[in-house]
């Protein structure tokens, strides 16, 4: 669901697009920096497509207090884990 609501939004992105691959590498790494980005697409340069995913929503950057460097996260993606988390039952300790 998730990742059709993606695509949507990048309408208009090819479907080999560095800023596609970025979209599909969050729902491993939901809160990125900007060397995780480089890592998950192959290549420099990476604030370009990182600034594609916040013009669409995808992704909503922070200043991270102890790096003192930016951080991006995807909303949709955590509060999706979040709702998994709040059903599933907690194991006893």
């Known amino acids: 669901m998730i ?3 993606f695509s ?3 309408v208009g992105l090819r479907s080999d697009s560095a800023a596609r691959r970025l979209a599909d590498g969050l729902f ?6 900007a060397r ?19 013009r669409t929503g995808i992704l909503v950057g922070r200043q991270d207090d102890k790096s ?3 951080i991006w996260r995807s909303p949709d993606i955590l509060r999706a884990l979040d709702d998994h988390a709040a059903r599933v039952p907690r194991r006893g300790r």
């Open 3 to 5: 990742r059709e609501e």
């Open 8 to 10: 949507q939004r990048l």
């Open 28 to 33: 491993a790494h939901p809160v990125m920096d």
């Open 36 to 54: 995780l980005a480089e890592e998950v697409t192959g290549g420099t340069n990476v604030h370009r497509h990182i600034d594609a995913l916040v």
């Open 68 to 70: 003192r460097g930016m």
